[in-house]
C-alpha cells in the first residue's frame, strides 16, 4: 500500500500527564508554518464512548467540536495552536471502536467468523486513523495514543500502530515516544533508566521509536543524550528534550530549537523550511509583556481543578495578549458564595465569569454573585448555566418572581424561566444527546453583541438541554434584560444583555471553544477590554502606575 498522507504517532512512556497532547499541538504548528496541512487526532484507550458523560473531576473540560463531538480537552489545544477545526474523527475511544465493531458483528458483517481484538479490534483503530489521512485534507496526520505504553487498554492501540507502520511503508508512519527523564535531587543526577525501559517496552511490542522526546526539568547534557541513542536505536539528534516552560505557548519555539520538525520531515522524506511563526511569536511576546494587569473571578463548581474550565482559561490568555493585560483569574468556588459574604468575595474583582456547570449544587451561589456584579456595575460574562443563571436572578430580584428557576434544578417551579428545550423532551439516553456542536445565531443590530461580533450572525457551539424559557421574554425585556442573539430557526434565546449595564452578557453557547491563538474570541476580548475600563474608572489606576 502506498500513502500520500503522512503518519506520525505519538505514544507516552513512564508516566502520564508528560504532555504529549502539547508537544503534538507544538509539532503540527511547525509543520502548519512550513505549509503542510496537518491534524492532530488523538486516541482514548477508555470504554467511555465519548468524554460526553465523564465528570470534570475524571477527565477535565468536555471539549466541543463543530459538528457535535464531545472530547478530550487536548482537541482544544489542536485547535488553539493550529486554528484548525477538529471533528468527530479526531477524537475516537475504545468504547467507539468497540460499539462500531459490535454493531458490524450484529449486522452479520463477520458471519461466520470468531470477532478478535487482532485483527477486527486493530482493524477498526487503523481505519479510524486513515479515515484523515483519506479525507484528501490532509499532508500530516498525527495520532496521539493516550495513556502510556505497558498498560493493559493500549495494547490494541500499539498493534495497531505496528501494522499500520507496515502497511504504510518506509517513510510514511514514524513514531515518537515521549518519556520522562527525572531528575534525583538526593544523586543530583537525571536518570535515563525509565526511558531506556519504555522504550524497551515499546520494542517488544514491534516499534521502534524514530524520535524520542523526553521531559526534563533540567537540561539534557550531550553525554546523556549519546547515552539514550545508543541504548534506545535512535540518531542523537533525534533525541529531544523537552523541558518544562513556563507557558505552553513557548512549546513550539522549544522544539524549534531542538529541531524537532527537521528531525521528523526528515524521516518521513518530506522537504523541511524555516518555519513562518511570526504571528505565533508576536501573540507569544504580547502575552509575555502586559502593559497592565486585571482581575476576573471565574465562578464555578469545579474550580479546584484547572483542566475543568481550560478552554475558558486559555480563551483569556488569548484576549489578554490582544488587549497588552495579564488577566488574573481567581477561581471562586461557587458552593461557598452566600449573600452574606459575596461582597468580600467579589467586590476587588475587575470582571467576573459564571461559567458552565450541571446540576444544582453551587447555583445559589452563582444567583447571589449575578446579583451583586449586577448592582455595582461589574462587567460580566455568563456562559451557558452562567447565563441560565443570570435570567433566574433577574426574574427573582427584578421581575419579582420569586420561584424563578430552571427546571433543571426545580422541576416544579411555578416561574420555569429556564426550561428543558422541546427536542429533550423525548431523550433518555444521557451520552450524545445534548444540543450539541455549532448553530446559527442572529445578532440584534445595535446591541453590545452586534459591536462586538460587528456581523449579523454568527455560529457558535452548544452543549445544553435547557433553554431561555421564550414565554417569559416579553416580561424580561420590558424590565430590561433583552434577548439580542436568536436561533433565526426556532427562535431560541441565545444572548442576553442588560443595556443600561457597562458589560453585561450571557450566552446560551460556548466562546471558549472557539478561541485561538490566531483569533481571540471577540467576546472574550471584549469582555477583557470591559474588565480593562472598569478597573481604570473605579480604581483609577494601572499596573503601569502602581
Ligand atoms: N446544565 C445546563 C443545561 O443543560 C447548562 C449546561 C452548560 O453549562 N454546559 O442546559
Not at 301 to 314: A, F, N, R, T, W
Not at 345 to 356: C, F, I, M, R, S
Not at 454 to 475: L, M, S, V
Request: proline fraction near 4%; hydrophobic fraction near 35%.
Amino acid at each position: 500500500m502506498t500513502s500520500t498522507t503522512k503518519y506520525i504517532f505519538v505514544t507516552g512512556g513512564v508516566t502520564s500527564s508528560l504532555g504529549k497532547g502539547i508537544i503534538a499541538a507544538s509539532l503540527a504548528k511547525l509543520l502548519q508554518a512550513q505549509g503542510y496541512r496537518v491534524t492532530i487526532q488523538k486516541l482514548d484507550p477508555y470504554i467511555n464512548v465519548d468524554p460526553g458523560t465523564l465528570n470534570p473531576y475524571e477527565h477535565g473540560e468536555c471539549y466541543v467540536t463543530e459538528d457535535g463531538a464531545e472530547t478530550d480537552l487536548d482537541l482544544g489545544h489542536y485547535e488553539r495552536f493550529l486554528n484548525v477545526p477538529t471533528s468527530q474523527a479526531n477524537n475516537v475511544t475504545t468504547g467507539r471502536i468497540y460499539q462500531s465493531v459490535i454493531q458490524k458483528e450484529r449486522r452479520g458483517e463477520f458471519l461466520g467468523k470468531t470477532v478478535q481484538v487482532v485483527p477486527h479490534i486493530t482493524d477498526e483503530i487503523k481505519h479510524r486513523v486513515q479515515l484523515l489521512g483519506k479525507s484528501g485534507n490532509y499532508d500530516i496526520v498525527i495520532t496521539e495514543i493516550g495513556g502510556t505504553v505497558g498498560d493493559i487498554e493500549s495494547l490494541p492501540y500499539i498493534e495497531a500502530v505496528r501494522q499500520l507502520r507496515w502497511d504504510l511503508g518506509a517513510n510514511n508512519g514514524i513514531v515518537i515516544h515521549l518519556t520522562l527523564v527525572p531528575f534525583l535531587s538526593a544523586a543530583g543526577e537525571l536518570k535515563t533508566k525509565p526511558t531506556q525501559h519504555s522504550v524497551k517496552t515499546l520494542m517488544e511490542s514491534g516499534i521502534q521509536a524514530d524520535v524520542l522526546v523526553c521531559r526534563t526539568e533540567h537540561n539534557l547534557p550531550k553525554e546523556l543524550r549519546r547515552k539514550l541513542a545508543l541504548f534506545c536505536n535512535v540518531t542523537e539528534e533525534a533525541v529531544i528534550q523537552s523541558i518544562d516552560a513556563s507557558t505552553i505557548y513557548d512549546v513550539p519555539n522549544l522544539m524549534l530549537e531542538q529541531g524537532l520538525d527537521k528531525v521528523v520531515l526528515e524521516k518521513l522524506a518530506l522537504k523541511s523550511i524555516t518555519p513562518d511563526i511570526t504571528g505565533w511569536n508576536k501573540f507569544v511576546e504580547r502575552h509575555k509583556n502586559p502593559k497592565s494587569e486585571v482581575t476576573i473571578g471565574l465562578i464555578g463548581k469545579y474550580v479546584e481543578l484547572q483542566d475543568s474550565y481550560k478552554s475558558i482559561l486559555e480563551a483569556f490568555i488569548h484576549a489578554g495578549a490582544e488587549n497588552e493585560v495579564k488577566v488574573k483569574i481567581e477561581s471562586i468556588h461557587s458552593e461557598y458564595i452566600n449573600n452574606d459574604n459575596v461582597k468580600l468575595k467579589l467586590e476587588h474583582l475587575d470582571g467576573v465569569l459564571v461559567a458552565p456547570g450541571f446540576g444544582e449544587r453551587g447555583i445559589e451561589g452563582k444567583i447571589d454573585a449575578v446579583k451583586y456584579v449586577r448592582e455595582h456595575n461589574i462587567p460580566f460574562l455568563g456562559i451557558c448555566l452562567g447565563m441560565q443563571m443570570a435570567v433566574i436572578e433577574y426574574s427573582r430580584n427584578v421581575l419579582g418572581l420569586k420561584n424563578a428557576n430552571s427546571t433543571e434544578m426545580d422541576a416544579n417551579t411555578a416561574n420555569p424561566v429556564i426550561d428543558l428545550m422541546e427536542a429533550q423532551k423525548s431523550v433518555t439516553d444521557k451520552g450524545g444527546t445534548m444540543r450539541l456542536g455549532a448553530w446559527a445565531c442572529e445578532l440584534k443590530k445595535k446591541s453590545a453583541v452586534h459591536d462586538i461580533y460587528k456581523t449579523d450572525t454568527i455560529k457558535e457551539r452548544h452543549r445544553h438541554r435547557y433553554e431561555f424559557n421564550g414565554n417569559y421574554k416579553a416580561q424580561l425585556e420590558n424590565a430590561g434584560m433583552i434577548a439580542t442573539g436568536l436561533n433565526p430557526d426556532t427562535g431560541l434565546v441565545e444572548i442576553i444583555e442588560i443595556p443600561a449595564h457597562p458589560w453585561f452578557v450571557g450566552v446560551q453557547y460556548h466562546p471558549e471553544y472557539k478561541s485561538t491563538v490566531a483569533n481571540p474570541h471577540p467576546l472574550f476580548v471584549a469582555f477583557v477590554k470591559a474588565a480593562l475600563d472598569h478597573k481604570k474608572n473605579s480604581k483609577g489606576v494601572s499596573m503601569a502606575q502602581n
